[in-house]
């Protein structure tokens, strides 16, 4: 009888190693010193009598653990928080009296722990097991994350167990002992807490994203991903995956936890983002937050990536735990506005967040673990149930109201617009009608204008081709008249000069009207010339001889005239580069250069110098330049001196009609060149004629 209760005893020890080893993950814990254990108690906490030393290198030994001296014992359950380094702890166990009793201890790992037991009898050191999600347990085939180790305890001398724990997330732990009897009970009340938040988390991932395919409505895509994430870290998948993918090596899936951790926070803010209208009622503050959780959803996944897992995990928790805390405060606020689902949703995330801030300060051990650390969880993914059922129809009532609304609205609008299309018809055909009857007088009317045109245009016709006969007969007569005073001029001038040069005596008076009649002959040939001049300039024919032309060859020429026209008074200076060449009409171009040398001429005192010059410029250009020393012109005069029959006021007692430089001008702009004029009053006058580079410089039609 005494043999049966063994076994049974054995079985259900090995059971409920078993259930633990498959449905126990991640409920944080630590370790104790001497105590003794009363066999008639089913359940002993030991956090505060368990002893901790830190070893940040990871690099001592069991042997060099069992003699270290500096373990320390306090009064808490051991909890570091998040760390890299390994800790060892150190619990030693001793029955108060001799009975044939199985004992259990849950450890309670904390996520992805490597924990490896050693257990020190009558100085002996025996590997009792080594846990973890990677390890096999109990020598069994089974190789998932497991929390519980088979004990046996002596009545005589303590037993002390040692346990080497390797995290890369919280080290937090709160080991309990059981008897083998009692831990089925225990434990199912934890399965209990883990299966309620796993099934609540998987319902509402399954109901959210079937509401999403459903309505395309994003809302409910932001609360399946942010409850995947939650649920992920509750119910710890990753043992699931580890077991499934690779049991015989270790695997790191710290990475995923991050990256769940990361989509979560964020899909968390969107999803409060939309229950609770944050875009409508805080535009500003909702678009911040948004860049803040964002980058820092984004720095935990490049701290992961960089390796830097206690940073990264510790991070993204701090964001999701200040959503926690911030959640309820601006559900409360809003809830005025929003109604039912903002207190309901600020509820939940009370619940939240107060678990929440017991379980922290558990994990970094400021207290110990409590009922409201441990159940947190599993009633926030309960109330996100509740939450989604509410939601749903208040949603619907709400969608259907508005579209109930927008059909009615629609209606009428409808109804409007058909009036308001009938009433545009008549209107619209109204207006077509009248239209078609001013077209009809406006195309009546168009007829006779244009027929009234075709008449004008006729008419300007024949006067255009009058005006151009009277043209060509002023044009006529004008050369007819220059030849014909061309021959009674030479004749005057040949009795004059006849007169002038006669032996006889002659007194002052001959002599006198002798110059007038030179100077009035000379004035009226000068005349005779320029308006000839100034009648090629409106022929066409001048276009025919546009060639290129040596400018060393106008040059001399300019001289030569101004040193007959001169005749002697002046001293004239030549400058120019050679081999320089332009296109152009040579005539009228040595016509207008004549010009400004008879200008100077005229308006220089005797004695003084008449430099004409040509150079190429660094722009590839060509400058013609004629300068002299004579009186000069101001500003105004400059400006005016181009026009035709201007003559300025220091030219009084010199011949001319204002039509010399007017001519220059024009000459000067149809061969497409400028004419550049510098002058001060009393210190002479420039004359440039600056052409551009070829092709630019060939003459332009007029």
């Known amino acids: 009888m005494h043999r049966s209760r063994h076994h049974a005893s054995r079985y259900v020890a090995t059971l409920s190693l078993v259930v633990a080893a498959l449905l126990l993950s991640a409920l944080q814990g630590a370790f104790a010193s001497v105590v003794t254990i009363d066999p008639e108690g089913g359940r002993h906490e030991l956090g505060t009598a368990a002893a901790w030393l830190r070893d940040a290198q990871g690099i001592l030994g069991i042997h060099e653990i069992v003699s270290s001296p500096d373990f320390i014992t306090d009064d808490e359950a051991p909890s570091f928080g998040y760390t890299t380094d390994t800790v060892w702890l150190k619990l030693s166990l001793k029955q108060e009296r001799r009975e044939d009793i199985d004992w259990v201890l849950d450890l309670s790992p904390a996520f992805l722990d490597k924990i490896d037991v050693y257990r020190v009898e009558d100085g002996n050191i025996i590997d009792v097991a080594a846990l973890g999600d990677h390890r096999p347990w109990h020598d069994g085939d089974w190789r998932w994350r497991h929390s519980a180790i088979l004990v046996r305890l002596p009545d005589n001398t303590p037993a002390t167990y040692y346990f080497r724990i390797q995290s890369s997330s919280s080290v937090a732990f709160n080991p309990v002992l059981y008897r083998s009897d009692i831990f089925p009970k225990a434990v199912t009340a934890q399965v209990l807490v883990l299966a309620v938040a796993t099934a609540s988390g998987l319902m509402t991932m399954a109901l959210a994203l079937l509401f999403f395919l459903l309505l395309r409505d994003r809302l409910y895509l932001y609360l399946f991903l942010y409850v995947l994430a939650f649920t992920y870290c509750v119910a710890m998948f990753e043992g699931l995956l580890h077991f499934t993918l690779r049991p015989d090596s270790p695997v790191m899936l710290e990475w995923l936890q991050v990256l769940l951790q990361s989509i979560g926070a964020y899909a968390l803010f969107r999803f409060t983002s939309l229950i609770l209208e944050l875009p409508t009622h805080l535009p500003r503050s909702t678009r911040i937050a948004d860049y803040l959780v964002k980058a820092i959803s984004i720095t935990g996944v ?15 928790w701090l964001a999701i735990a200040t959503l926690c805390l911030a959640t309820p405060v601006v559900a409360f606020a809003l809830a005025p506005r929003i109604g039912l689902t903002a207190y309901l949703y600020g509820t ?82 109204d207006q077509l009608n009248n239209t078609n009857a001013r077209l009809s007088d406006q195309l009546l009317e168009s007829h ?46 040949m009795a004059n000069e006849l007169i002038s040069t006669d032996p006889a005596p002659a007194n002052e008076q001959v002599k006198r009207n002798c110059e007038r009649i030179e100077a009035a002959s000379e004035r009226m040939a000068s005349l005779i010339n320029q308006a000839l001049r100034e009648d090629r300039l409106d022929s066409i024919d001048w276009r025919k001889n546009a060639a290129p032309v040596q400018v060393s060859d106008l040059l001399r020429s300019a001289v030569s005239y101004g040193e007959m026209v001169s005749a002697g008074r002046h001293a004239f200076s030549l400058e120019m580069d050679d081999d320089l060449q332009i296109s152009s009409d040579q005539e009228l171009l040595l016509t207008a250069l004549n010009n400004i040398v008879d200008n100077a001429v005229k308006y220089s005192p005797a004695g003084t ?54 001519l220059v001008d024009r000459i000067i702009r149809l061969h497409n060149a400028e004419l550049v004029i510098t002058s001060e009053p009393g210190q002479g006058t420039c004359f440039t004629i600056v052409f551009s580079p070829a092709p630019a410089n060939q003459i332009r039609k007029a």
Not at 303 to 314: D, K
Request: with cysteine.
């Open 348 to 429: 939940t995330f009370a619940v939240i967040a107060l678990g929440s801030f017991f379980r922290f300060s558990w994990i970094f051990g400021a207290s110990s673990p409590t009922l409201i650390s441990e159940t947190n969880l599993p009633v926030g993914m309960f109330l996100h149930i509740l939450l989604l059922f509410i939601i749903l129809p208040v949603r619907y009532i709400t969608l259907e109201k508005t579209l109930r609304s927008n059909n009615e609205l629609a209606l009428q609008r409808i109804s409007e617009t058909g009036e308001q299309l009938q009433r545009l018809v008549a209107e619209k055909t």
């Open 448 to 493: 006779q204008q244009r027929k009234e045109l075709e008449r004008t245009r006729d008419r300007l016709n024949t006067a255009l081709q009058e005006e151009k006969k009277a043209l060509f007969e002023q044009r006529r007569f004008m050369r007819m008249v220059a030849h014909e005073f061309r021959t009674p001029l030479a004749v005057i001038g």
């Open 302 to 316: 490049l701290l992961m990536l960089a390796g830097h897992y206690q940073l990264s995990i510790p991070l993204l």
């Open 609 to 662: 110098r008449i430099c004409i010059g040509a150079l190429q410029a660094e722009d590839d250009s060509v400058q013609i330049h004629v300068r002299d020393q004579g009186r000069g012109m101001s500003k105004q005069e400059v400006a005016e001196v181009l026009q035709k029959y201007f003559r300025a006021q220091s030219s009084e007692g010199i011949p001319g009609m204002g039509l010399g430089l007017y």
